[in-house]
């Protein structure tokens, strides 16, 4: 949904993505759901291990996350260059590029910052962020009840909501309510507070009960989906998407039903290994092709140049994965 909610240039009239352009463009939602789930993978993962704070242990935790982002997201910087040549008249050039280079730009209230060179990296700013207060926030919360976990997220979501009915110019919404790493934390909490409940609530299905709730959680999703043109955007960011986006992924973790057993075969496990570079890689896939069409063809019908953004960003991904991704992983050992 991120891909396509960003090929903005469909225009022509009898594009079969036209018709659903509405719906795709809520790309906010895939951005929530990455967010909520990394707090559930990372809890998953490290809850246990930060019951209690020791300094090595957290060197290691912050040295994965660094091999894990930073290489993959070097290499696209060098890749966007070519496509950012408006970058070299600005006057803060030299800020924007260190801002992107250490990953901070979301920190910075100017558009500049985050869109002169790979978009999507903001969300890698973001996450940055919650990288380093995750062994903080968990030997906080380790010992905490799972209501406690809901009572937090649902304050930063109050607080939130009162901020964005108060503030509702767009010209800065977006930034303060979408961009900025800290008002994102609530779904990363979210995603914390999901694997406290996903531990402490035992559930089991039968096989047809636990799809018939995978089913249900899908169709909550398309139905907010549906719905959205109902909200104002500035709610949208965060706070419409983040009860179906919290929602599918707590009942799909139990793996009980038959749509999740289905996606945990290896052909969609290894999707999920590739995810992160082809969610680097889309956008400058897609600004690649518009630019081919642009500059030298100047008759690709837009469907087509979606299906070439689509397939070169896939196998650009599954290249990335075994020439940058795996080879960084086998640094942390």
Known sequence: MVFLSHTSFVTQEGSWFLDYKVWLKQGFIGVNFFF???GFILSYNYYDKFSTLHYPSIVRFYWKRFLKIYPSTWVMLL?????????WTNRNYISILLSNFLLVQAWVPNNGYQWFLNPPAWSLSVEIFFYFLFPFLI???HKVKWTTGIIIVLGFILVQGVAIWFLDDPSIAKFWFYLFPLSNLALF???IGLYI????????HSIMRGTALEIVAIF??????????QVPENFRFVIYYLPSAAALIFVFSFEQGMISKFLGNRVFVYLGNISFQFYLLHFLAIWFWCKVDYLYIQGLSQNLIVLLSFSSTLIGAVIMYHAIELPAQKMKR
């Open 189 to 191: 909490l979210c995603g």
């Open 220 to 229: 909550v999703v398309i139905g907010c989906v549906a719905w959205h043109q």
């Open 36 to 38: 909520i789930l990394s």
């Open 197 to 204: 409940m996903y531990k402490g609530i035992p559930l089991h």
């Open 139 to 141: 030997a906080s919360l």
């Open 79 to 87: 890749l966007s260059f070519y496509f950012a040549q408006e970058l």
